[in-house]
Each structure stands twice: as C-alpha cells, then as structure tokens.
C-alpha cells in the first residue's frame, strides 16, 4: 500500500476495526459514493491551497470542476489511459442504474461522471492512492476547460 491517503484509509480501518473486503462485493454505485467524496476531497485540497478565501468562493471553484459535465469531460480524455481493468470498473458505474440524477446534467454525463467516480472509489478502497492522483492530473485540466467561465471571475483565481 501507497503512503497518503492510503495510510489515512488504513488508520480508518484500524481505528474502527473495519475488515479488508474483496472489492467485487461493492456495487458501482457504492464505490462511486465513497469515488465521489475522494475526488471531491482532492480537488477542495488543490483549490484550497491555492490560496486562501471565503468559502463561499471556494465552495463555487470546486463545484465547478466536481460537477457531472465536468467529470464526464475529464473521463473522456481519460478512457485512452485507462488499463483494461480500471475501463471496466469504469463501465460498470457507468451502466449501472441510479435512481437519482445530477439537477443541472444530462443523462450521458451524469452516467459518465458516476463511471468515473465509481473508477476513483475502487482505486482508494484497492489502495491506489498514486493512480487516483496521476489520473487527476490528467483528468483534471479538461475538468476545469468546462469549469473556466470568463463571465465568473471568481472561477479564475483557482489558476
């Protein structure tokens, strides 16, 4: 296992006495649950650090680049580095059928966005830490294309 993140995973599990579970029990939609809080955990830190100012702003910089047509675009320029295994775990989020959907998204991104979450779930939960971060930093720039409004200034200062 990776240090990082992992090692916060670990500690969580020893701290509760949690058991490691074989991944394929989970359903796509609990591995893009727990995917979903870790991207979102990870680009609040890189926005964050970014510099210091009101949550409010930093509330609209990450939900710009969290979104579902965000992450839809951010996968799309992930599918052709994915090995054969992350594709088909990303598949399978994508497919599978939710109940509820995103309020500003179409159906094509939002189930593309719970592929990719579902894809970031199962690499934390396998403890991948370094390839959830590498596949951020490629994902991550055609992310915030679709987050960069000029119109909204606030969105410019996560640069």
Do not use: W
């Not at 995917?35 to 979102?40: A, H, S």
Request: charged residues 25%.
């Amino acid at each position: 296992m990776e240090k990082g993140v992992t090692s916060m995973l670990e500690e969580i599990k020893e701290a509760f006495g949690l058991e490691e579970k074989d991944l394929k029990i989970y359903s796509p939609l609990t591995l893009a649950y727990i995917g979903d809080g870790v991207y979102d955990l990870i680009i609040r830190t890189i926005v964050v650090e970014k510099g210091n100012c009101p949550p409010a702003r930093l509330h609209k910089q990450v939900s710009a680049v969290v979104k579902a047509q965000a992450q839809a675009q951010a996968i799309q320029t992930l599918l052709p580095v994915l090995t054969e295994e992350e594709l088909q775990i990303y598949k399978r989020g994508r497919n599978a059928k939710s109940y509820t959907m995103a309020k500003n998204a179409t159906v094509h991104d939002y189930r593309m966005a719970t592929g990719f979450e579902a894809l970031m779930g199962y690499l934390y939960l396998s403890g991948r830490t370094e390839r959830i971060l590498e596949l951020v930093k490629l994902g991550f720039p055609a992310a915030y294309r679709i987050a960069d409004n000029p119109a909204d200034k606030a969105q410019q200062t996560v640069r």
